[in-house]
């Protein structure tokens, strides 16, 4: 590697994990605020999405100088290729986040609904644990941390289904206001949505590290790193 594409790649590494910074902040200020139904807090993960558009625009722009400027090959050409895709992976976490803050103002605004009893803390600590292990592993370019975040996607599943089945069972029993009930089980699903996310990441972590696409793989505690490699997916 030369000296000038080897600054390059430290520069997108920086980048890339900047942008995860802000966007796991991003995530986890929404929860708080959604439990303590702090809407001020609420805005300010709103306003703070146009920062995180911007960071992605450009790490998307220096990945495409790095390819045209440089032509990286093997190893280093599957770094910008992941990058690029992570990029996009947590401006769209972002944009969830945004989507849980904005429920803020709803549930602030009702009363009768108690939050804890619906799972939905519980689902957000599963979530935010998946996201910090994912972005660990970038760091620390570990396939096997990065296949502990696909395993940790079935448990986020889970408690979704088990908020789905509360919400539903209080809706038939007239136990809460139906818009806040609602709010609530839409929280759930952007959680279960960024876990998703999360899941991409870690898969682009694997496919940093060792070639190996992880895509369409349903993982399975215990399981090593597997998967297709490049040479047999383009031959």
């Not at 911007?54 to 990058?83: G, H, K, N, S």
């Not at 399981?223 to 297709?228: E, P, Q």
């Amino acid at each position: 590697m030369s000296i000038h594409l080897q600054r390059q790649m430290g520069k997108l590494k920086r980048q890339i994990l900047l942008l995860g910074t802000l966007v796991e902040e991003a995530v986890a200020s929404a929860m708080q605020a959604v439990e303590k139904h702090d809407l001020d807090l609420a805005e300010k993960v709103i306003a703070g999405d146009s920062q995180v558009d911007e960071m992605e625009i450009d790490v998307e722009e220096e990945c495409l100088q790095t390819l045209a400027l440089y032509q990286p090959v093997a190893q280093d050409l599957r770094f910008v290729v992941a990058v690029l895709k992570i990029n996009n992976d947590l401006e769209r976490i972002a944009d969830l986040a945004v989507n849980i803050a904005e429920q803020t103002r709803y549930l602030g605004r009702q009363s009768g609904v108690d939050l804890s009893h619906f799972q939905i803390f519980n689902t957000a600590r599963l979530v935010r644990s998946m996201l910090k292990q994912s972005l660990d592993a970038l760091v620390n370019l570990n396939p096997q941390q990065a296949q502990a975040v696909r395993v940790m996607d079935d448990e986020v599943d889970n408690a979704h289904r088990q908020t789905f089945a509360l919400v539903r069972q209080a809706l038939q029993q007239s136990a809460g206001p139906v818009e806040a009930l609602i709010n609530l089980l839409s929280i759930s699903r952007q959680l279960e949505r960024i876990a998703d996310h999360c899941v991409n990441v870690a898969e682009d972590v694997i496919y940093m590290a060792q070639g190996q696409i992880m895509r369409h793989q349903h993982p399975q505690a215990g399981d090593g790193v597997r998967g297709k490699p490049v040479e047999d997916a383009l031959s």
